[in-house]
């Protein structure tokens, strides 16, 4: 039998996520009907599609913990709200900004964000049907996932390829892209009525999957053919990977010369993609990825649940920890431009 997906997840869960973000952009909307925040958001929504559907995840561990998806529908808007905004501020902080797509420009963009990225999800917290320590606690949460995802997004805007090491860019994945997942599973522990420990460890599930999904990322950049990584200067996985294993230190600086020469050259960016592809690089970068797939896995087995539900959480650890690149791609790499 083949397990349920969180893409089919998605699918049958789509239409509830759909009308509470309706309802939830109506709480921008003053009493005469008419709010050009409410349009503002919405266009931003429409403009910054995500293209995976992971705002199933907590209605997920909502599941795991009391058997039912149901409850946790207001949380899936938050965290899509919340990625939202915080993917424009990336482009924003990239230096992409906006289009014009949608009659939304770059101001309204910004001020939609941070509308749809703090304020909105409050409303939808202090919304709630729960006791006001609840209400409280997710807050809190909401407010400690901005500090930490910031200071992870900070840490990588100011991270120096010269003295990146795997450990530095960890820590930085570990935060902006960590500590929004930490945030929306440990939301959804608290909305179950988890107990302190249980949410703790679903903290730490979503740190762990957060690595997961941000390295699932930096490879479908690689293979989109995009190179934005390469082109902002970003220090990613695979590239400390490739620095602290470099055989020498000539090897190191001739690889650091690549990376200054890759954010203004296309044809330095195809060189240092087919370096990043070799073998001895993609080798010990593919063990590591393992070694966080199999803490992942662990948590969920310490965590345990609602049998049938894990199961769509354990096939979506497996997803974000895929391989995607080979040994192989680097020989389609063309050699000049």
């Not at 479908?220 to 190179?227: H, T, V, Y």
């Not at 620095?243 to 001739?254: H, S, T």
Request: aromatic content about 6%.
């Amino acid at each position: 039998m083949n397990c349920l997906t969180y893409v089919d997840l998605h699918r049958q869960v789509s239409f509830d996520i759909d009308k509470e973000m309706e309802t939830a952009l109506l709480r921008l909307a003053p009493a005469s009907g008419s709010s050009a925040a409410k349009s503002a958001v919405g266009k931003l929504l429409r403009h910054q599609k995500m293209r995976h559907p992971l705002s199933v995840l907590p209605m997920m561990v909502h599941a795991i913990e009391t058997g039912e998806h149901g409850p946790a529908v207001p949380l899936s808007v938050v965290h899509l709200l919340w990625w939202t905004s915080a993917c424009y501020l990336d482009d924003l902080a990239d230096g992409h900004g906006t289009t014009a797509s949608d009659s939304l420009d770059q101001n309204e963009a910004l001020l939609a964000s941070v509308l749809g990225g703090t304020v909105l999800p409050i409303r939808i917290i202090q919304s709630l049907p729960v006791p006001v320590t609840v209400r409280g606690a997710l807050t809190a949460e909401i407010a400690t996932g901005w500090a930490v995802g910031a200071e992870g997004q900070l840490m990588d805007m100011a991270g120096d390829v010269r003295n990146a090491t795997r450990n530095s860019v960890i820590a930085a994945y570990r935060g902006k892209s960590g500590g929004p997942y930490s945030m929306i599973t440990a939301m959804a522990a608290i909305l179950s009525g988890a107990s302190d420990e249980r949410v703790e460890l679903w903290r730490e599930f979503g740190f762990i999957f957060g690595i997961l999904w941000q390295i699932f990322n930096d490879q479908e950049d690689i293979l989109s053919g995009r190179n934005e990584d390469l082109l902002n200067g970003t220090v990613t996985y695979l590239l400390a990977c490739a620095l602290d294993d470099a055989p020498d230190l000539r090897a190191r600086a001739e690889l650091l010369d690549r990376c200054a020469a890759a954010r203004h050259a296309e044809q330095a960016r195809t060189e240092l993609t087919r370096h990043l592809l070799a073998p001895e690089v993609l080798h010990p970068y593919s063990a590591e990825l393992d070694a966080f797939r199999r803490e992942a896995h662990r948590l969920l087995t310490v965590l345990g649940g609602h049998e049938q539900h894990v199961p769509v959480m354990r096939h979506l650890v497996d997803h974000a920890a895929q391989m995607l690149l080979r040994p192989a791609l680097a020989a389609a790499v063309p050699a000049t431009v």
